[in-house]
């Protein structure tokens, strides 16, 4: 409801959207995961967009995929803490992490919600995983791993031999 009426809210990720249900429903739940303590399995994460390498094209997740997904979203939402957030902390944090999410990727209504924010306001960068069609003789292509923390997202990713870790997500090594 808040999304919906509340003046204050003027970011197209934290107000209601009229023109794309993909882009409104998608900020819904990622606002749900931001104010919960622990992941919601909905079913719209059967529906967010999985890049397949072995086929180089978008497909359905699988359950498995759609449930680590639905894992993993709360805890970028919520910094790490899996504790859920509170009054403006909440809509700042959706603002910041929707982009890198997995939800932003929901597959509905024409299109990735992240693609058709991209095209309707601008305010993102679209997730392409567009091949190069040939490669100039003598060059190599670089190969970057695609690992959790870059949600699936090559265009942000970083080689993994210059990749720091952060203590957001960094398991106690016993």
């Known amino acids: 409801m808040l999304r919906n009426t509340d003046p204050d809210r003027n970011n197209v990720i934290t107000r209601f959207n009229r023109n794309s249900i993909g882009i409104e429903e998608s900020c819904t739940v990622a606002k749900q995961m931001a104010r919960t303590d622990k992941p919601d399995y909905t079913s719209y994460y059967m529906s967010v967009a999985v890049y397949d390498e072995g086929k180089l094209a978008w497909r359905k997740p699988t359950t498995a995929e759609a449930r680590r997904k639905a894992d993993e979203d709360?805890?970028?939402f919520t910094y790490g803490r899996n504790k859920r957030l509170k009054g403006d902390e909440t809509p700042r944090s959706v603002e910041q992490n929707w982009e890198r999410s997995h939800i932003s990727r929901l597959f509905i209504d024409g299109g990735m919600a992240v693609n058709v924010m991209a095209r309707m306001y601008g305010n993102v960068r679209p997730v392409s995983m567009a091949?190069?069609?040939?490669?100039?003789?003598?060059?190599?292509s670089a190969k970057v791993e695609i690992n959790n923390a870059t949600a699936g997202r090559p265009s942000i990713a970083v080689p993994a031999n210059r990749?720091?870790?952060t203590t957001l997500f960094r398991r106690s090594s016993s």
């Open 74 to 76: 709360p805890l970028l």
């Open 131 to 140: 091949k190069p069609r040939t490669e100039k003789k003598g060059e190599k």
């Open 163 to 165: 990749m720091k870790q």
